[in-house]
């Protein structure tokens, strides 16, 4: 069993950054694909990124170059870095983690799903 996290919303202003922090507990995550998703009302959960155990890191194109995905190993957790934050990426954010197989896109290939932290940007 592996538990999550998610730390680092709030409330922001569109140009301004932050850190959101996906900590791990219960089992080391350091073997196991890590993503980001985030979700609006009434809409699917979107997925934003993913980093593999070597660090491997692949950020869906509409946030790609102001969203970077990290993690430490030896804090047993994962990093989204939110830069240039727009309005649209207003959401709640969600860190996940799968135990078994490669990198996904796919939000059900996740079965470890932190329960969310909230990133409102205004104009």
């Known amino acids: 069993q592996v538990q999550l996290e998610e730390s680092g919303g709030g409330l922001v202003q569109t140009g301004d950054s932050l850190r959101l922090s996906c900590a791990a507990s219960a089992r080391t995550i350091s073997a196991y694909v890590a993503a980001w998703f985030r979700q609006t009302p009434g809409k699917e959960r979107e997925f934003v990124g993913y980093?593999?155990?070597?660090?491997?890191?692949y950020i869906v194109d509409s946030v790609n170059g102001r969203f970077t995905i990290s993690r430490d190993n030896a804090k047993n957790t994962v990093y989204l870095q939110m830069n240039s934050l727009k309005p649209e990426d207003t959401a709640v954010y969600y860190c996940?983690?799968?135990?078994?197989?490669?990198?996904?896109?796919?939000?059900?290939?996740?079965?470890?799903w932190g329960q969310g932290t909230q990133v409102t940007v205004s104009s």
């Open positions: 980093i593999t155990w070597v660090r491997y890191t």
């Open positions: 996940a983690v799968r135990d078994i197989g490669g990198p996904s896109t796919n939000q059900y290939d996740y079965n470890y």
